[in-house]
């Protein structure tokens, strides 16, 4: 408790008002005041336990609450129960409360300090329990309390009145050793506390079984059995199982179930009176890669293909996804790609295989040779006499496909089209004639007409008329002909833009020819006049 004079406070207003009041009308600011002692706090603590001791600190403060520094005296208001000294070390005599005053002066500060009998060991309380089973432990606590029933400090000693049922270490573990009672003390000097401890003999209460809750059809699944004592410790006991469901699942005296079909079975660990029961799944087996079957074909031709198929199967014969790889015994009659794509190479015979994992297929594939079998013959049917027409035999084996042959070239009519070696028709006069290309006996024809040539003149006319055309516009001249360009009254020109025989130039009442020695199509215009063109085609 603190407690401040009151003339001090008297004191400190006193100086406050002088502080703030004018020394002098003329003075522009006002001294500060001088700090003047006007409170002691005290810190340190209210209680100490007789034949200890207790440090108090007084700090003086001035009018402003700060430090100032000050003699402080000490006193206590009852030596019997505390004493002080000039530093302010209270010591504690005897029960009971004590004031100790702290003063600087006039100003003084008080605090109550309890003194405390010194704490005695009076009684011990023991916690933790008190049943267990024989081959089990038990932790006790022991307690020590002062006259106050406060906690105090204190070394126990434990001890067991029949060590034979229960035993106890010193740090108060108790270990059931058979059934019966016995009197656990827990002592401290001449302070003791007793239990009653009862140790009840191990008797099976569960059973707990382990192991997996599923097996696959035709497979195995081992379960334990676990017996356990009241207390949960492992019991020893003979286990007796048996299956609620032999159909689904079968268990031998060991406890390893096996799956018979799909479902469920309960399963059931048993001694005595004490059973417990797991209900274990019978699952259908996963799909296993077990034959895969190739399809597509057992023959193909040297340079055709085959494209094989191969398809993965489960146990069960369904489909099962899986990647299959494939290879060839003999590259040199047949290959295979990594798609199942037989190609023959020569004839002969070669061992397809696909395989996936450790599983695998063969097929025996036949290579035969390629065989001529039909020829066609292409590149036209009509030619005129006089002109030519390369014909193209095309050779194909059994299966169609193309392959190199050596033709021999004949005409059933050369009077009308004779042929060369390599297929080239020269049409003689009109008619018809067929067209043979043999190999190896066999053949291939194409009927080929004969046209007569076309006659076209020599000579033709061509006019510059007035209005501005050229008449006729175009003409069909033989090669080697002429064609005579005729002006007449109105200025005109023939360029061939560099195409053709000799431009004409600027003509009004003239003709002009020009010979074409060259076959082909030549095209013309008058410059003079826009839009007015011709063609001259010679043959």
Known sequence: MLTI????????????????????????????????????????????????????????????????????????????????????????????????????????????????????????????????????????????????????????????????????????????????????????????????????????????????????????????????????????????????????????????VTGVAVGTAVITAASGTVTTTKTVTITAVPPTLTTIAISGGTSVVATSTLQLTASPLDQNGNAIAATVTWSSSATGFATVSSTGLVTGVAAGSAIIT?????????????????????????????????????????????????????????????AVATVSSSGLVNGVAAGSANITASSGGVNGAAAITVTAAAVFPSNVDVNATATNTFTPATIDIARNGTVNWIFAGVTHNVNFGGTGPANIGNNSNATVSRTFTVAGTFNYQCTLHGGMTGQVIVH
């Open 354 to 414: 696909g395989a996936s994992g450790n599983v695998s297929a063969t097929v025996t594939i036949t290579v035969a040779p390629q065989i001529l079998t039909t020829i066609t013959v292409s590149g036209g049917s009509t030619v005129v006499a006089g002109s030519t027409l390369q014909l193209i035999a095309a050779a194909r084996d059994q299966n169609g496909k193309a392959m190199t042959g050596v033709f021999t070239w004949a005409s059933d009519a050369t």
């Open 5 to 256: 004079n009151r003339s001090t406070i008297v004191v400190g207003l006193a100086a406050l008002i002088v502080s703030c009041s004018g020394g002098g009308g003329d003075s522009p600011m006002t001294p500060p005041p001088t700090p003047v002692l006007t409170t002691i706090s005290l810190t340190g603590g209210t209680t100490v336990a007789v034949g200890s001791t207790l440090t108090l600190i007084a700090s003086p403060r001035d009018q402003n609450g700060n430090a100032i520094a000050a003699t402080v005296t000490w006193s206590s208001g009852a030596t019997n129960v505390a004493t002080v000294t000039s530093s302010g070390v209270v010591t504690g005599v005897a029960p009971g409360s004590a004031i100790i005053t702290s003063a600087a002066g006039s100003v003084t500060a008080n605090t109550t300090i309890t003194v405390t009998a010194v704490p005695i060991l009076t009684s011990i309380t023991i916690s933790g329990g008190s049943t267990l089973v024989a081959g089990t432990a038990l932790q006790l606590t022991a307690t020590p309390k002062d006259q106050n029933g406060a906690a105090i400090a204190a070394t126990i000693a434990w001890s067991s009145g029949t060590s034979a049922v229960a035993s106890v270490n010193s740090s108060g573990l108790i270990t059931g050793v058979t059934a019966g009672t016995a009197i656990i003390t827990a002592s401290s000097g001449t302070v003791t506390a007793t239990l009653t401890v009862t140790v009840a003999a191990p008797v099976l209460t569960s059973i707990t079984i382990g192991g997996g809750a599923s097996v696959v059809v035709g497979q195995t699944l081992q379960l334990t059995a676990s017996p356990k004592d009241q207390a949960g410790n492992a019991f020893t006991a003979a286990v007796i199982w048996s299956s609620a469901a032999t159909s689904i699942a079968t268990v031998n005296a060991a406890g390893l």
